[in-house]
């Protein structure tokens, strides 16, 4: 059975860099057909879609996010990871990674998501 | 920047059918834009109901349909039970790899 587990500090101070890890177990993240996925959540309103990469290393970024994250993979930890930076309040969120079952697909696995909060 | 809208909240009667849409700040939704719908309970993950517009997930009982109604995607919940009392968010295909989530809608059954 395919698991994804967040990790990552959950306190980011103001102007600095979000880092958190996404670790699959369960199945190789060099799969193809599969799209590894960012979702966040601020407490209390709606899903945002962050951005997806393909094991080769080809990202996707949401327009409105892009010049501040980026997405990476790495096939020998069996990782992809994420970092936003320049962070604000507006930023805290719980913070998903899941697998999109192919390019026209579902985020068919999730991880269980991790709050991240930005605060001095 | 595209906007994708749905009902932000619904009421349905036990039992009742309830149909939740999803549409685009400029344009139609067709099938083009792979409509997804996902359902979501407080501090879970969110889960896969209907993708392709109208295929089914594994495991997701029949009474959730999806479909393109006039122009707007489309979830109808025949026979609500209580369980169904969830938030429903749809997602839709905008091209070039981007995903662009709808606001949610916060459906109760009562």
């Known amino acids: 059975q395919l698991q994804l587990q967040e990790s990552g500090p959950g306190l980011v101070k103001p102007s600095e860099t979000l880092s958190l890890t996404c670790t699959v177990s369960g199945g190789s993240i060099s799969s193809s057909s599969y799209y590894w996925t960012w979702v966040r959540q601020p407490p209390g309103k709606g899903l945002e879609w962050i951005g997806s990469?393909?094991?080769?290393?080809?990202?996707y970024y949401n327009p409105s996010l892009k010049r501040r994250v980026t997405i990476t993979v790495d096939t020998s930890k069996n990782q992809f990871s994420l970092k936003v930076t320049s962070v604000t309040a507006a930023d805290t969120a719980v913070y998903y990674c899941a697998r999109r079952g192919g390019y026209y697909s579902d985020l068919d696995y999730w991880g269980q998501g991790t709050l991240v909060t930005v605060s001095s | 920047q595209t906007v994708v809208s749905q009902e932000p909240s619904f009421s349905v009667s036990p039992g009742g059918t309830v149909t939740l849409t999803c549409g685009l700040s400029s344009g139609s939704v067709s099938t083009n834009y792979y409509p997804t719908w996902y359902q979501q309970t407080p501090g879970q993950a969110p889960r896969t109901l209907i993708y392709s517009t109208d295929t089914r997930s594994s495991g997701v009982p029949d009474r959730f349909s999806g479909s393109i109604l006039g122009n707007k995607a489309a979830l109808t919940i025949t026979g609500a039970q209580a369980d169904d009392e969830s938030d429903y968010y749809c997602v839709l295909y905008v091209g070039s790899g981007i995903w662009v989530f709808g606001g949610g809608t916060k459906l109760t059954v009562l």
């Open positions: 990469i393909y094991y080769s290393g080809t990202t």
